[in-house]
């Protein structure tokens, strides 16, 4: 039987290994991470809205009545085309035929030494970086007695407006404004500045403008500051800079651009700019038709010359239609062309809001809403998964709260960091004269 | 208005917290996490059965209705009883009554250096990091080719038989038997042996004999295998040795001793031999009346003579005894002292399987089980969690599964590990002429 290697269990990968179920071949399905990851909702996470848990399945658990397939967690450094390997640190795996959907983590457009400011959204470990530093932030504005460093700690910057930082921004917002807002003495969560940066000149560049100005009239009424062309010039551990403007700002996320899985440089071929593979019609590699490569790591033109988006129907689409030419390329048909068939986009900006392109059909509000959450929740993997989000979303959408707002982690680093830049300040230094302890105007409400 | 500071968000921090609520006084709770945990209930979540979120909620969230409290996201590193003083890293908070519920962790009598292979279990970080071990050894055995090794990656040992220990040992051998046994192509779950280890003469030493007893025939019958009056002597990242008896464990997980929070180290009061502070029946500190210390942290004799215990049910009486003793100082009243009730104990093992010990009634198996369930997910903390906790477990008890089966974390660190040790072991090193794969034959059941 031949082997089938598919290198990553995101969208793209997985829906491949489900196609090849009962199909005549052995299937490896490698992968750095024990789970497949439910990207779409990565951000609830982020905002302490979801348990990482609700989103993320392990992919064992998804794949263990798929007899013919087996699961191996580790990471490829490497392909060896000419071998037919699969290059790990510590060993190496043979294939037959090999499904390349490694993905694609974030670009920081040559800027990498913006990384430690501005962390990403790709996987669990980013969602809980970010939800760490979001809520260490609140709680750093609460000791802080200074109003310009406050300031600084209660601003949040999102830099660039497609689907994952408007999500971000808009649930920033509900976070700060619904769920934090009774819960301190010294600030009011509800002063909380999100601004939400974007080089193009609209929200979701990639939508019709249309659209576009609805999500930004929904983030507005949210309370987010959207700016368009807006390039940022710098970031560093104390704000963004825009040209000759400066926002001071102690948490900025990163919802920018995405690069290429790095492994896609050893197979040799030619290379899109963002590192992505040029891959054929049929989905193969040129010069290598046992290589297929799907979803973020390929860059493919439709016939009307638009390429195909990264986003997470295409790469279901692609994985299984990867699956479909091995099958046909095993029973000796010819492989067939691949064609996105695009079924809408939608981005959700908030409670009750959110847009959405259906070609034809174009919602915004609550419809748009409501279509957002019914298909991402029928689509979660596993069934507890789904009902437990759901139920989670009944609870946070009825009461404002968010389940999951633990900071873990030993050290509270940012606050850490804080306190080494700024020792004369202290957290409410009381002496045994002054009892009465000073509670800043603005918290009083 | 007076100042109470209230050291740690535990069980005995929290109710006195809660208890000083309706009275004349400014408090201000201080914990290095943002998060009260609800202990007894992290064995569940070190055995992928809960979320962390699941068993602990955001000190602010719990005190958020209380306008007479804040909290203070801080370490404190000593306290200062002459100038009434917490000190932290960075600053310091001045006190009129100091209520000092610091808690406890591990101790591992005067072995610090078997830390790093046998993790604890007091915090929801000790919590993960026993999970990402306990999944990573079976991920490492399913990449195992040795027979050797594979068996000590599936050979689980958890030293002392108190209640956490019972807890974590019957928890793994359902995780293993149960939840994982088809996700494995090439390793057989059930084959994984779970050791019990415990110094004393029988299982749960701090409970009458008869439930010891009938703890451990709990326990075989999940395939526990329990060995007491078994003093362990060393333990490295290969295994535990038992004298001249050696066990090859690549995970090892610590119930065993408690040590008290260092804190109380600087009050410069007298401390029993386990640093616990000797309070005095009232709850107070000898020579200083403004401070009390609760929970795990005190050290008081009952009139019979016998300590208090250290569980929660303690703990939370102390709280609300220092609080109600620093409402009778205000009101010019003498304090109390302190008396424990004991309402009985109860530790579980597995589906199904638990003993209770309520004086007269004493309870094993099915009922107690049910008796435990009720009256932790009844004192968890805040409605929702509560409700989610019942409903995992609902969901778990029918389908056998665990929820949260993430590993997180960027690197698998137990498989690096593995893999510098033992470069020459591949993984499936399959080249183009050997294409099926050998299975081991156990793993063919």
Known sequence: ?????????????????????????????????????????????????????????????????????????????????????????????????????????????GHDEWAAFAPGLKTVEDALEIRRRVLLAFEAAERELDPARRSAWLTFVVVGAGPTGVELAGALSELARHTLVREFRHINPCKARIILLEGAGQVLPSYVPELGEKARKQLEALNVDVRTGCLVTGIDEEGVSIGDRRIEARTVLWGAGVAASGVARTLGVPLDRAGRVLVQPDLTVPGHEDIYVVGDLASLKQEDGTPVPGVAPAAIQEGRHAARNIARTLRGQPRLPFRYRNRGSMATIGRAAAVADFGRLKLSGFLAWLAWLIIHVLFLIGFRNRFMVLFSWAVSYLTYQRASRLITGETPRLLEEEHRRAPELEPRKDDGAARSQPIPEHART
Not at 52 to 77: C, F, G, H, Y
């Open 1 to 109: 039987m031949e082997h089938v290697v598919i290198l990553g269990a995101g969208f793209g990968g997985l829906y491949a290994a489900r196609a090849l179920r009962r199909e005549p071949v052995r299937v490896t399905v490698v992968d750095r991470r024990n789970h497949h990851t439910f990207q779409p909702l990565l951000y609830q996470v982020a905002t302490a809205g979801l348990n990482a848990s609700d989103i993320a399945a392990p992919i064992r658990r998804v794949l263990r009545k798929q007899k013919n397939t087996s699961v191996l967690l580790a990471e490829a450094t490497a392909i060896d085309p000419a071998q037919k390997k699969v290059i790990f640190e510590d060993g190496e795996l043979g294939y037959d035929r090999l499904i390349l959907a490694a993905g694609a983590s974030h670009s920081y457009f």
